[in-house]
Structure formats: C-alpha cells, structure tokens
Antibody
Framework: EVKLVESGGGLVQPGRSLKLSCAASGFNFNDYWMGWVRQAPGKGLEWIGEINKDSSTINYTPSLKDKFTISRDNAQNTLYLQMSKLGSEDTAIYYC?????????????WGQGASVTVSS | DIQMTQSPASLSASLGETVTIECRASEDIYNGLAWYQQKPGKSPQLLIYNANSLHTGVPSRFSGSGSGTQYSLKINSLQSEDVASYFCQQYYDYPPTFGSGTKLEIK
C-alpha cells in the first residue's frame, strides 16, 4: 500500500522557519518525482513545487520560490519542505504528493497533510 | 499562470441523480487536465487525468470530457459517498494550477 505520512507541522511565530517531513512507503521512492501542495483554511489547492528522482531538478511556483526549499533523502525515503520567513498567509495544510507516471504534475498519491499555523 | 475557473461553487443533488461540474481554462490546455475528489477532512484523491482517463480504482460512474479550454466532470447515479469537494487541475503549462473547487452535497 502506498503511504505518505507528513510530520513537523504546528504553531509557529511570524518570521520564523519550519521544516516538514514526508515519510514514504509502499513504493520505490527513488523512481518518482515528488511534490508539495498546500491548502489554506476553507480554500483551494496551491501547488508549491516538485523535485525529481535524484534531486537534480527542483521547480517551484514562482511566487513561493524565495520562501520554500524542497529536498529529499532517497536512502531514508523521505521528502522535505523547508519553509522560511513565514507569515499568516502561509497558514495551511501542507500535503506531500507523488507525481504519477501518467503525466507531469499529476498527483496520484497524497499524504494526510500537516497543519501549519502561523501566529504570534 | 493559466487561470482555472470552476463552476458551480456548490451543488446539491439527490441520490441517483447525474451531476456535472465545469472547468474553464484561461487558454487552451490541450487535455492536460485532472480532477481530484476531496472528502471532508481527507486529502485529495485523483479521479481523472488527461481530461477523460479514469484513474485506477475509480468507479465508472465518474467520467471526464472536454477539450480546448472547456472541461467537465460528470457523476452518474450519485451515491452518498460522493459527498466531497472536487477540484480541477491543469498541468499543460507550468506552474500547474487548480480550480477553486466545487462542494457537492446530497439534497
């Protein structure tokens, strides 16, 4: 069974940093591009970015490029999202997702999400 | 960025009915469109890709169609477990973008 489990969410003060992790199991992690998507409370979905199999290519949605850093550790089957200079607008549920072989940016497996609240 | 306009924002229908959700792209996306279902309190799940291809394990009452800038998701014979929000996503152009969602309820 494909499983993605995010961790590291919580309450963080404005201007601070936070790092999320996503532990993958049930599939060969090395064979897939991975990505992050977020969803603000009561809102729609926003694609954050993606990373290829060997970390040689990392893409971000332009408006978030300076705030987020995506990385992965294939030996640990883990995906990461480093977030910096957080503001209230970054309050959201953060999902890690596997990009399908069906097409770029098509996400065929999602984690349960990590809740991040930015507040003083 | 390509803008995805989804309608309606909410929808109420009876069990057994057929419902249709629309998605319009701000430019031609050449069938680079996916639909996701998000049940309350859960993460999104892929339903449809390439505008009309059913993802593995998705019931056949779900179908997708469209071309160019206009796409739709149809749910035949509505079931109680279909209560969810539905999102379209274009992946023809970078960055991928989502519609604002349609919340489907049972009447």
């Amino acid at each position: 069974e494909v499983k993605l489990v995010e961790s590291g969410g919580g309450l963080v003060q404005p201007g601070r940093s936070l790092k999320l992790s996503c532990a993958a199991s049930g599939f060969n992690f090395n064979d897939y591009w991975m990505g992050w998507v977020r969803q603000a409370p009561g809102k729609g979905l926003e694609w954050i970015g993606e990373i290829n199999k060997d970390s040689s290519t990392i893409n971000y949605t332009p408006s978030l490029k300076d705030k987020f850093t995506i990385s992965r550790d294939n030996a640990q089957n883990t995906l990461y999202l480093q977030m910096s200079k957080l503001g209230s607008e970054d309050t959201a549920i953060y999902y890690c997702a596997r990009e399908s072989s069906l097409g770029y940016y098509v996400m065929d497996a999602w984690g349960q999400g990590a809740s991040v609240t930015v507040s003083s | 960025d390509i803008q995805m306009t989804q309608s309606p924002a909410s929808l109420s229908a009876s069990l057994g009915e057929t419902v249709t959700i629309e998605c319009r792209a701000s430019e031609d996306i050449y069938n680079g469109l996916a639909w996701y279902q998000q049940k309350p309190g859960k993460s999104p799940q892929l339903l449809i890709y390439n505008a009309n291809s059913l993802h593995t394990g998705v019931p056949s009452r779900f179908s997708g169609s469209g071309s160019g800038t206009q796409y739709s998701l149809k749910i035949n014979s509505l079931q109680s477990e279909d209560v969810a929000s539905y999102f379209c996503q274009q992946y023809y152009d970078y960055p991928p973008t989502f519609g604002s969602g349609t919340k489907l309820e049972i009447k």
